[in-house]
Nanobody, 127 residues
Framework: QVQLVESGGGLVQAGDSLRLSCVAS????????VAWFRQAPGKERDFVAA?????????HYTDDVKGRFAISRDNAKNTAYLQMNNLKPEDTAVYYC???????????????????WGQGTQVTVSF
């Protein structure tokens, strides 16, 4: 497993942008697929976006965030990002970074596939 630390959350207004960061503890980070999940109060932890070990265009998003969010990674910095634009109040949640060891590539959208998790960062979007 790899240790993950998220940052970048905060309180913003609708229409604003935020960039979340997820820093991994190991240089083998480039063997991991990375995903972002979010959990609103009283709800399940839901998939947001995923990116394969090589990054680039090997990404996938839930329909709710397509065109507004962008996942990326910089393996040289052991860091993944989630750029969130045009935020809406319904985006309010704790956002979690997760990593899944996949040296062969690809990624999953299933929460149970990910063996490493960060502590989460709160994103609150006001009207």
């Amino acid at each position: 497993q790899v240790q993950l630390v998220e940052s970048g959350g905060g309180l913003v207004q609708a229409g604003d942008s935020l960039r979340l960061s997820c820093v991994a503890s190991e240089s083998t980070f480039n063997n991991y697929a990375v995903a972002w999940f979010r959990q609103a109060p009283g709800k399940e932890r839901d998939f947001v976006a995923a990116i394969s070990r090589t990054g680039g265009y090997n990404t996938h998003y839930t329909d709710d965030v397509k065109g507004r969010f962008a996942i990326s990674r910089d393996n040289a910095k052991n860091t993944a990002y989630l750029q969130m634009n045009n935020l809406k109040p319904e985006d309010t949640a704790v956002y979690y970074c997760a990593a899944d060891y996949r040296p062969g590539g690809g990624f999953s959208t299933e929460r149970l596939a990910y063996e490493s998790w960060g502590q989460g960062t709160q994103v609150t979007v006001s009207f």
